[in-house]
């Protein structure tokens, strides 16, 4: 068991077990309709309730939620679906004078799935009824009203409270997948409540959140708080999260308790997922006007001794797994540090305003390692990046993991100011045959009040072949500092490289590491 100390619920309590006999029936007959058939139209809810349900379902055998839907809604493409059109003057909350509201994605698409949705208040939970009426169709023929088609997902708004009355704050869509927005950015990379098996021979299995509780939030508070079951043959769970706007930032504290049915080696607990096409550092079969295309160009981790590493990305010709281990790791996250327009040229994406996630764990994790996956992809329209804590010991079937941390959606992260950050990784063609030019620029920190006198040095490694001439100098453009050095593969196919500034000992940047593949 990871995460912090939980009591041991091997043995199942006798109400877990009449929930697990009533919810697997309902799973059999209804779909994964669990809460409102056993509960009736309302119930008492409190933050046990979720846990509870997640205990039986995992004492019962697992039922896929449904996914059937008429010939019309599965056939739609994409700007089909975007015609069926939340109606905000329905949105939940709406003109009850809290901080957010909340609106629901039509099913459809890749959106198949029926995802139930419950308004918790006053220590009650009662089922969010669909209506056709709730939603503009456009172009679209509406479905039938008498149908109780039920939500695939639902996306918050923030009701005034420091941002634009209205703007998007989150929106939990497909799978187990969740994405929010900072003030001044927008939507960009994905979170997901739990990832199995990524990378990793075999099929992926994908949780699904098979149902969410909203609890209306009181007037003038910061936050909402959204309660959620999720579910897929190897593992049940409970996720309660804490939403709030918090100035230039949105935060998303997260509680999750797993209960797996079967023991879990390939866990990925905190999984980001984003996507890099190319930039600088790689340009090979390229043919694009943009400089660069990516929702992140990096991995940040602050290691528990205190080590600040950036892994630069890559989009390689085959997969590639890596894995950097740690021991109680202060944070990780995929970050885009790029924020002018003229780093990407691009005028529709906007990639200059996808935010970063850094990933704050609340309780010592222990040994494990941060599994970064690299998929080579061909165009910018599918994500190919996943960065998850993958613990060194398996979960074990029959018991709770429960693991904190706080989701900081942001444009950039919080990291130590004394040590100057990477801003750009180039990379390209030397003057000799076979051989690779490494150019790095550094900014910020130490850097920028280092004397005239002291020059700083580039201390590098290679897993393999041979790295040669190194330079480090003023760029004088800007007056930052930048590395250079030559790297010869000779015959290894991998290589594995390491630099960081230092001056008189003492470390005056972030460790850079890269994994160049021929």
């Not at 119930?43 to 039986?56: E, K, S």
Request: charged letters at 25%; proline letters at 7%.
């Amino acid at each position: 068991m990871r995460g912090f100390p939980v009591p041991d619920p091997t043995l199942v309590q006798r109400r877990d077990f009449l929930l697990a006999t009533a919810m697997a029936a309902v799973l059999a007959g209804r779909g994964g309709r669990a809460f409102a058939a056993i509960a009736g139209a309302a119930r008492p809810f409190d933050d046990d309730t979720v846990p509870a349900l997640a205990r039986a379902a995992a004492a019962a055998a697992y039922q896929p939620p449904s996914q059937a839907l008429p010939a019309s809604l599965g056939a739609l493409g994409y700007d089909g679906y975007r015609d069926l059109r939340y109606r905000g003057d329905r949105a939940l909350w709406a003109g009850r004078g809290v901080p957010y509201t909340a609106q629901f994605f039509h099913r459809g698409f890749l959106f198949p799935q029926r995802v139930d949705m419950y308004e918790v208040a006053d220590g009650q939970a009662e089922p969010i009824a669909f209506s056709p009426d709730l939603f503009d169709y456009g172009r679209q023929a509406p479905v039938d009203a008498d149908e109780d088609f039920g939500f695939a997902g639902f996306r918050l708004h923030v009701a005034g409270g420091g941002r634009a009355d209205g703007d998007e704050l989150c929106a939990f869509l497909g799978a187990s997948y969740f994405r929010a927005v900072a003030q001044g950015l927008a939507y960009g990379l994905s979170a997901r409540g739990l990832a199995l098996g990524t990378g990793d021979p075999g099929p992926e299995e994908f949780p699904v959140f098979r149902a969410f509780w909203l609890e209306r939030p009181p007037a003038g508070s910061p936050s909402t708080v959204v309660h959620a079951l999720l579910e897929s043959p190897s593992v049940a769970g409970a996720y309660r999260f804490v939403i709030t706007a918090d100035g230039p930032r949105t935060r998303i504290e997260v509680d999750a308790r797993l209960y797996p049915r079967v023991e879990l080696r390939a866990v990925g607990i905190a999984p980001l997922t984003s996507m890099f096409a190319f930039d600088a550092s790689d340009r090979v079969g390229v043919d694009d006007y943009r400089p660069a295309v990516h929702d992140s160009d990096g991995l940040a981790l602050w290691t528990g001794s205190g080590e600040q590493v950036w892994r630069a990305l890559a989009n390689p010709s085959t997969l590639q797994v890596s894995g950097l281990q740690d021991r109680d790791p202060r944070g990780f996250g995929l970050m885009q540090r790029k924020r002018d327009f003229e780093d990407f040229l691009d005028a529709e994406a906007d990639y200059e305003r996808r935010p970063s996630l850094w990933v704050e764990p609340r309780d010592g994790w222990g040994e494990g390692e941060v599994h970064l996956v690299e998929i080579p992809t061909a165009d910018e329209f599918h994500d190919n990046i996943v960065a998850a804590w993958r613990p060194a010991q398996p979960l074990a079937a029959g018991r709770e993991s429960r693991w904190r941390y706080v989701l900081h959606w942001e444009a950039m992260h919080s990291w130590d100011p004394a040590l100057a950050l990477v801003s750009a990784t180039r990379a390209g063609a030397a003057f000799e045959e076979g051989v690779r030019l490494f150019v790095l620029d550094w900014q910020g920190g130490a850097l920028d009040a280092l004397d005239a006198a002291t020059a700083p040095e580039l201390e590098l490694s290679a897993s393999a072949g041979e790295v040669r001439n190194v330079v480090v100098q003023r760029n004088p453009e800007d007056g930052r500092w930048r590395s250079s050095f030559e790297l010869v593969p000779g015959t290894a196919s991998t290589i594995e490289l390491r630099a960081r500034l230092h001056a008189g000992g003492r470390a005056l940047g972030e460790t850079w590491l890269y994994r160049w593949t021929a």
